[in-house]
């Protein structure tokens, strides 16, 4: 089992930047699959993007592509996205999440999930 805490968030102006983290417990951090969610004020739950076990395959939600980086440090168990260029749409609660369901590949499918972060506001304003 592992317990993940997001950080990083905060209120900032369009065009922005913000690092997330997302710290996890336990000794076994690189066989989880990872992944950051978001969740907007009346919406659901949307991918935003997902790595690999290793860190070295990820995968990006169309609307984040060239915006936002997700990196890993196993050594740290550690979680990181990079947003930059952000823009009043990405405000949202944003959550980490970890799955063993796949093994260590990439998962971008939210029910695949088990383990999740309480989450961390970022608010966009222009």
């Known amino acids: 089992q592992v317990q993940l805490v997001e950080s990083g968030g905060g209120s900032v102006q369009v065009g922005d930047s913000l690092r997330l983290s997302c710290a996890a417990s336990g000794h076994t951090f690189s066989t989880y699959a990872m992944g950051w969610f978001r969740q907007a004020p009346g919406k659901v739950r949307e991918f935003v993007v997902a790595?690999?076990?290793?860190?070295?395959?990820?995968s990006y939600a169309d609307a984040v592509k060239g915006r936002f980086t997700n990196s890993r440090d196993n050594a740290k168990n550690t979680l990181y996205l990079q947003m930059d260029s952000l823009k009043t749409e990405d405000t949202a609660v944003y959550y980490c999440?970890?799955?063993?369901?796949?093994?260590?590949?990439?998962?971008?499918?939210?029910?695949?999930?088990?383990?999740w972060g309480p989450g961390t506001q970022v608010t966009v304003s222009s």
């Open positions: 999440a970890a799955t063993q369901r796949s093994g260590v590949g990439v998962v971008t499918t939210l029910s695949l999930y088990d383990y």
């Open positions: 790595i690999n076990g290793p860190g070295d395959s990820t």
